[in-house]
T-cell receptor
Framework: EPEVTQTPSHQVTQMGQEVILRCVPISNHLYFYWYRQILGQKVEFLVSFYNNEISEKSEIFDDQFSVERPDGSNFTLKIRSTKLEDSAMYFC???????????FGEGSRLTVL | RKEVEQDPGPFNVPEGATVAFNCTYSNSASQSFFWYRQDCRKEPKLLMSVYSSGNEDGRFTAQLNRASQYISLLIRDSKLSDSATYLCVVRPSGTYKYIFGTGTRLKVLA
């Protein structure tokens, strides 16, 4: 069964460092997403990406964040100058052209010290 | 008003019980509706999509009331394995954004 894969599963970084989280969406999907879940809180939308550009982003997704699809398979989230409050689980998701079900990866846990 | 609102629970029910969860959404132009299940520290997984006419999948029944902007999920004959957090998800029309509720925690007790 096709699945969304994410790496790393867990990353520990020092405050102020840059991190890149990687995702391989399902191959025939056209819409890609990043969501964040702080421990004990709800799943929050960060950004959606379609046709090689950001289609929508939330207030959380400020200049500290960026996304890229550097080749035909990877979809990355870059977080610059990390802060303690960036500690969370980051989920990548993808969706078919019909914008039906969202398929999630297993998540990347980011811990900022 | 929150975009998608759910009672956080927890709902503690005995095995075999029937339990119902509700969800309200604020955007009347919402187009797509889903129930997801999330186990502790895992990714959300689709339980079922919610259709206008209501739909059933085994022990699970979902209903949509567009006039009241309300979605429900009914679980019959609860199993221990149903213990999880149930997330209501809404996608407004004209957007790419799927909005999650805070989730309702269910614990099924032996």
């Amino acid at each position: 069964e096709p699945e969304v894969t994410q790496t790393p599963s867990h990353q520990v970084t020092q405050m102020g460092q840059e991190v890149i989280l990687r995702c391989v969406p399902i191959s025939n999907h056209l819409y890609f997403y990043w969501y964040r879940q702080i421990l004990g809180q709800k799943v929050e939308f960060l950004v959606s990406f379609y046709n090689n550009e950001i289609s929508e982003k939330s207030e959380i997704f400020d200049d500290q964040f960026s996304v890229e699809r550097p080749d035909g398979s990877n979809f990355t989230l870059k977080i610059r100058s990390t802060k303690l409050e960036d500690s969370a689980m980051y989920f990548c998701a993808s969706s078919e052209p019909s914008l039906g079900e969202l398929f999630f990866g297993e998540g990347s846990r980011l811990t900022v010290l | 008003r929150k975009e998608v609102e759910q009672d956080p629970g927890p709902f503690n029910v005995p095995e075999g019980a029937t339990v119902a969860f509700n969800c309200t959404y604020s955007n009347s132009a919402s187009q797509s509706f889903f129930w997801y299940r999330q186990d502790c520290r895992k990714e959300p997984k689709l339980l079922m999509s919610v259709y206008s006419s209501g739909n059933e999948d085994g022990r699970f029944t979902a209903q949509l009331n567009r006039a009241s902007q309300y979605i429900s999920l009914l679980i019959r004959d609860s199993k221990l394995s149903d213990s999880a957090t149930y997330l209501c998800v809404v996608r407004p029309s004209g957007t790419y954004k799927y909005i999650f509720g805070t989730g309702t925690r269910l614990k099924v007790l032996a």
